[in-house]
C-alpha cells in the first residue's frame, strides 16, 4: 500500500492570521508541557520532554517571533497608525520579545541538561522561574490573540496576507 503524500508546508500554513492562533495555542500547550516538567524534572521521560520542549524553544518560538517582529508588526503599523490601542501593545509586544531573548537563554540551559539526563542544580529556582515564564507568555498570547490578531483581520488587505504567508513560508522551508 503507498503512502500517502507528505503534506507540503504550503498546504499548512493556510490563512496567516488563523496559523498565527494556531501557533499561540501550541505555545500555550509548549507552557502547560514545561510547567509539569517543572514539578518533577526527575521522571523517566524528562529528558525526551526536556528535547522537545529545547527543539520548540530553539526552533518554533524565534520563528515565530520572526514573524510577528519582521512582517505582522510592520504590516499593522502601516495600516492602523492611527489606532493607538493597537500600537501602544505592539510596542509592549516587542518589548515582550526582546525581554523573551533572555529568558530563552535561562530556560536553555536547564532543558540541555535535563534533555539529557543531568541535574538542575537549584530545582526550586527552575521551578519558579518557569511560573513566572509560562504566566507572562500566557499574557503575552491572550494579547496578541485578543488584540493584534483580531486587528490583523481588521486592517490587512489580500496583498498583506498573502505577502506575510508567503515570508512564513520561505521562514519555514529554511528548517
Known amino acids: 500500500m503507498a503512502k500517502a503524500p507528505a503534506k507540503k508546508i504550503e498546504d499548512t500554513i493556510g490563512d496567516p492570521v488563523e ?3 494556531g501557533e499561540h ?3 500555550v500547550e509548549w507552557c502547560d508541557e514545561l510547567a509539569r516538567l517543572s514539578e518533577d524534572p526527575t521522571t523517566d521521560d524528562a529528558p525526551r520532554v526536556a528535547a522537545t520542549l529545547l527543539e520548540f524553544l530553539e526552533v518554533t518560538l ?12 510592520p504590516r499593522l503599523k502601516k495600516r492602523a497608525p492611527f489606532d493607538e490601542r493597537l500600537m501602544h501593545v505592539i510596542e509592549q509586544l516587542q518589548t515582550e520579545h526582546r525581554v523573551d531573548v533572555e529568558h530563552v537563554e535561562a530556560l536553555r540551559d536547564s532543558l540541555h541538561r535535563l534533555s539529557f539526563g ?3 542544580p537549584d ?15 500566557r499574557r503575552h498570547q491572550n494579547l496578541e490573540n485578543n488584540v493584534v490578531l483580531p ?3 481588521e486592517y490587512l488587505d489580500t496583498e498583506d496576507r498573502e505577502a506575510l504567508a508567503r515570508s512564513m513560508l520561505s521562514r519555514r522551508a529554511t528548517v
Open 19 to 21: 496559523f498565527l492562533y
Open 25 to 27: 495555542a501550541d505555545l
Open 151 to 153: 486587528a490583523a483581520f
Open 118 to 120: 543531568r541535574a538542575i
Open 62 to 73: 524565534p520563528r515565530h517571533i520572526s514573524d510577528e517582529e519582521d512582517e505582522l508588526f
Open 123 to 137: 530545582l526550586a529556582l527552575f521551578a519558579a522561574f518557569v511560573r513566572v515564564f509560562t504566566m507572562l507568555q
